[in-house]
């Protein structure tokens, strides 16, 4: 199992793919376990096929938008305004989408090496999308195996600290 491998096993599921969708912007169901948390602005990603390899996207989420089509007809609306709420509809019947801009997409070149990419395609949907964890961000942003002296020697930005998490230590 790779580094991506590892971080996806311990990243929260929060979405999957949804449509319509585009290169330009993706729309995703937001699962009911993720639904009472702050998603706005957070940092989600994505694994996808492309060009034969594997593909990471990541982007922010720009919006959440609350859906329950059995209350959007104009008589369950009446009877909603009315009584406050229509069980056993209300709250049970709605669905929350969410739309997310991609900002940087990492092409896996297999030994936990990245290089950037491009979102040339649209996953399917039902693509699973997790938030973006600290190990996510160290695997694909430094884009090799690079510890703190490693980096000094590259003259990379790089906290004395911080090196790729290797399997064993997720």
């Keep these: 199992m ?8 311990i990243s929260e599921t929060i979405a999957t793919i949804g449509s319509p969708s585009s290169t330009g912007g993706l729309s995703f169901d937001i699962l009911g376990a993720a639904v009472n948390n702050k998603l706005v602005g957070e940092l989600a990603y994505f694994a996808f096929l492309q060009d034969g390899k594997d593909h990471y996207a990541m982007g922010q989420i720009t919006e959440i938008e609350l859906r329950n089509l059995w209350l959007e007809d104009a008589t369950m ?12 509809i209300s709250g049970q019947q709605d669905t929350h989408l969410g ?11 297999g030994g936990n090496n990245f290089s950037p990419s491009i979102l040339g395609t649209v996953p399917a949907t039902g693509t699973w999308t997790r938030l973006v964890k600290d190990e996510f961000l160290a695997a694909v942003l430094l884009l090799r195996n690079l510890t703190a002296k490693d980096a000094k ?10 090196k790729i998490p290797k399997f064993e230590e997720i």
Aim: net charge neutral.
């Design 153 to 162: 020697k590259e003259n990379a930005i790089l906290p004395s600290t911080a």
């Design 99 to 109: 739309q997310m801009t991609i900002s940087a997409v990492f092409a896996d070149n």
């Design 77 to 88: 609306r009446s009877l909603a305004r009315q009584r406050g709420q229509v069980n056993p």
């Design 2 to 9: 790779d580094t991506l491998q590892a971080i996806d096993s």
